[in-house]
């Protein structure tokens, strides 16, 4: 293929209705018609000699060519952009950085992430089932996923960000719960636990079942910020990381206290697509989470 015979500005519209998976929000995403998208969409077919997106009522869903090309093309789009900024002698536009994580880490660790970041730097977080509904690291809308997935994503490299281990917290007022639990009332006790994609954690459960005891989860919720609430609302019981109830324990007079059985410490970890191992802004904000991390762990060891 000859590229004096292609409009580049299509390679801009694919990327866009990629993104947007809609041609009207493409179209207000690039400031033009909703016309001109659909006209340009109809060149790419012929451009690629076949159909790109099929519109379902969701939208337009890529197909599988359009999900293979996703990565390929915003690795040319960015790279023409930043030839074009030095080209011009200007400085190059902030480039945002996305990352996959829950609450507990934008809570905990993104505080202190944010001073390290350099002004040419801007982040933009989304949650983790937005990185997995959409395979965020794979397709490029994800540049690093902070947490503990249960495997690793695909064509995907990892490290350790940090540990942290895991106390108990009940509303100071408790009618029943004073300095300690024992584990026989621990298991008693109603749990407000999360639950990721509705399933709730299990470590607890296993570590109460070697004892032969079994615990009710009263309450599942889908964000961590929301269970101190409902711990300090009721005679709940929950089992979050240290450097989380520290955000909490003291503006909603929460009472601290060990968990009775034995817990594995959390094991955070932070993961990249291999292709942007050597990508000099992923490899400082890997660097900055360390750093954050690092300066969040004295008192939970």
């Known amino acids: 293929m000859n590229l004096q015979n292609v409009d580049l500005n ?58 293979q090309l996703a990565p390929k093309l915003r690795a040319v789009l960015r790279d023409a952009s930043a030839l074009l900024s030095d080209d011009a002698g ?41 990185e997995t509904q959409r395979d965020g690291l794979a397709s490029g809308e994800v540049d690093l996923l902070i947490g503990i997935p249960p495997d690793p994503p695909p064509g995907c490299r990892g490290e350790l960000a940090y540990e942290d281990r895991l106390q108990c917290i009940v509303r100071a007022e408790h009618p029943s719960v004073r300095a300690r639990l024992t584990a026989a009332q621990y298991a008693a006790l109603p749990h407000v636990e999360w639950a990721l994609f509705g399933e709730p954690d299990d470590r607890v459960d296993r570590a109460l079942a070697r004892l032969r005891l079994r615990r009710e989860i009263a309450l599942s919720l889908p964000h961590f910020a929301s269970i101190p609430l409902a711990v300090a609302a009721s005679d709940c019981v929950a089992t979050l990381s240290r450097q989380l109830i520290a955000s909490f324990a003291q503006p909603l007079q929460l009472r601290v206290l060990e968990p009775p059985v034995p817990l594995p410490r959390l094991e955070i970890r932070q993961y990249w697509h291999k292709r942007a191992t050597h990508d000099r802004d992923v490899l400082q904000l890997r660097a900055a989470v360390r750093r954050a991390a690092a300066s969040g762990a004295q008192g939970s060891v």
């Open 10 to 67: 299509l390679l801009v519209v694919l990327d866009a209705v990629l993104r947007e998976q809609s041609a009207t929000r493409a179209a207000a995403r690039l400031h033009v018609t909703q016309s001109a998208v659909s006209n340009a969409l109809r060149r790419l077919r012929g451009l690629f000699g076949e159909p790109l997106f099929v519109r379902t009522q969701q939208g337009l869903v890529p197909t599988t060519r359009a999900e």
């Open 90 to 130: 200007e400085q190059a536009a902030a480039r945002v950085l996305t990352i996959a994580c829950t609450d507990a880490v934008g809570i905990t660790l993104l505080p202190r992430v944010l001073p390290q970041l350099g002004p040419g730097v801007r982040l933009r977080l989304v949650t983790i089932e937005f």
